[in-house]
């Protein structure tokens, strides 16, 4: 049986997850002005409330745990807003590509370390992961404008394939980051590296083939 979550390294996951959420919020305000119609814009606008009000409860767990939420999130603040700089979308479908996409990694990988947290933290990480709700709503945008011009799935599965690549650069940054109780939450139970990566790339092919793009 491993050994209890170490402290620090619950604070240090829920720091990482608290940003990444506070990111989206920013991200899905600004690409809501991208929208077509009112209806997608209020559509996303709702889906970013969502994400402030999961950042707002990982903020007060953090706080509980005596940590200040400004300090456990400063590590990953280079790494993701690097990330989120370097691939700003340019239009409605790159936005929406990008969040299905990027998110979708994200939240595998976040998934991932969850399992490696005790209760109720596991929980807690599971429970503010985007729901089916948004790759739902993206998976129906990016198929309609596929059908009204199919020449978009092969820009799209460009800009995807590029979103891919930035995401592992961003979490090459993140693992070089000095937190040390994070890398040992990353190496808890002997984790199967290659298998990790085999479970991230089979589930990021499953969403492209969902959406109609192609790898």
């Not at 040390?180 to 083939?209: K, S, Y």
């Amino acid at each position: 049986m491993p050994a209890p979550t170490s402290p620090d390294a619950v604070v240090d996951l829920l720091g990482l997850v608290a940003y990444g959420e506070l990111l989206a919020f920013d991200r899905m305000a600004a690409d809501a002005r991208l929208a077509p119609d009112l209806r997608r814009r209020a559509a996303l606008s709702e889906m970013a409330a969502a994400e402030i009000g999961n950042y707002r409860r990982l903020a007060d767990w953090l706080t509980a745990l005596g940590a200040s939420p400004d300090e456990a999130m400063a590590p990953y603040r280079d790494a993701l807003q690097a990330y989120h700089d370097s691939t700003e979308p340019k239009d409605w479908l790159e936005a929406v590509t990008k969040a299905y996409v990027g998110d979708g990694i994200t939240d595998d990988f976040l998934g991932e370390m969850a399992d490696r947290l005790d209760e109720p933290y596991r929980q807690l990480v599971r429970d503010v992961l985007h729901d089916s709700e948004y790759a739902e709503f993206a998976v129906f945008e990016i198929r309609a404008a596929i059908e009204a011009d199919p020449r978009v799935a092969n820009r799209l599965s460009m800009w995807a394939r590029r979103l891919v690549g930035e995401a592992l650069s961003q979490a090459g940054r993140v693992a070089a980051a000095d937190r040390g109780a994070l890398t040992a939450l990353i190496g808890r139970g002997e984790v199967d590296v290659p298998a990790l990566f085999r479970r991230l790339t089979a589930n990021h092919t499953a969403r492209m083939t969902a959406a109609g793009l192609n790898n």
